[in-house]
DNA sequence: CTAGTATTCAAGCGACTTGTTGAATACTAG
DNA sequence: CTAGTATTCAACAAGTCGCTTGAATACTAG
């Protein structure tokens, strides 16, 4: 049993693989935020540089990022929008269909957060007239790579010290990487603490740029 | 290194091993098409029931796919639409990205048929005008699980002496399971031969039914 | 050139995956 | 009940994967 068939599934499920592994699917997150070298990716996930390393060859050779060497370093980006797509797919089907994620989301995610997040285009209108503040709770490296046009970057470690440099009286959208990435959460949770009004954005940086919102992003 | 995210990425992670196998994709596809028991699945692919049956079980642990129990056969069928999404997220992605997928494509797909395919809403409003004939080359069962409103189905395998039943003088468009099903294009290769119009549907069954257009099935 | 650093390569080992085989289970027909 | 069939389970060998370690490569700074 083989033929044309075969071949591209065989291909395809090069896909599958470079998907089967869970340090990759967060290396892949990572990546969505802006291009990283391998030890800033290192250092972010924890993992030795080695091991990343050839995490990041699987996930090249399944055609999901690409290099560019510059200098000393290797910067790994995605190799384009569609696979931001295709893990926002796998993630709802994962959501819908196992029980497991649906129960962490539901355990971890949502209980810290009672209201509905705020979708991109409604975000964008009202930021626009000014009557919310974007709040990106994201390292300062991935606001610059590219953020929300208008937003204010206060990293989530640096959040409950920083308070004061948030607008008084006007409702705070926080955002992050992405609908797993805890810290927007976090975010919203402290503020409303703190007596602020504050809400999520659906989803996180990738998502928006996926969705062709405008994006700004600090020069180089 | 762990938390709620890296919980779900674990979980994720599953979906991606499901789908890091070819027969597993090869799978999917035919279950894409409607349900089916474990040894029609075993006929289909080739392979033996207890493989076949081994790798339901991971495709139903990953939440891709449902058993339903009726009498001595189990029929499994996609979890839900998402998964078709996901496939096909998947699959764009493999196609603009992994070179070898190109390269098969543009080999053995895209060299059957010179002519672009037919976007689905143009093969729709066409049908309902009596412009075209829509053609299904999938086998009877498929069909009958659902296919383009007031379709012709003629498996590919006897399509050769079964041109008399397409009516004359109207462009003919072909369809079978999806992108990287082979039927349609040779459909659309030998009825040029033959002398008649035609021309392939932008991708197959499950993709139409998943854009929300509508379906007909054969009763019970 | 030399020293230093980022990245990749290579080897090793335990754990897991794949397909096969043969038996066990679950159901229907009679 | 028994016979027969669809499916699943269990055990196996061959192969692959994943992480670690230590060395090799490629580049910059001086």
Redesign the pocket.
Known sequence: MHGPKQEVFGQLARIG?AL??P?RLELLELLAQGER????L?RLTG?????V??????LKQAGLIA?R?Q?????YRLAGDDVVSMLAAVARVGESHLAEVERIVRMYFRSRDGFEPVPAAEVLQRARKGLVTVLDVRPPEEFASGHVPGALNIPMDQLARRLRELPKGREVIAYCRGPFCLMSFEAVELLRRKGLEARRLQDGMPEWRTAGLPVESAPR
Chains 1, 2 share one sequence.
Do not use: E
């Open positions: 693989n089967s592994s340090v070298s391998v030890d800033q290192s993992a030795t540089t080695a091991n390393s050839q995490h990041l060859q699987k290099g060497k200098g000393l370093f290797v910067f």
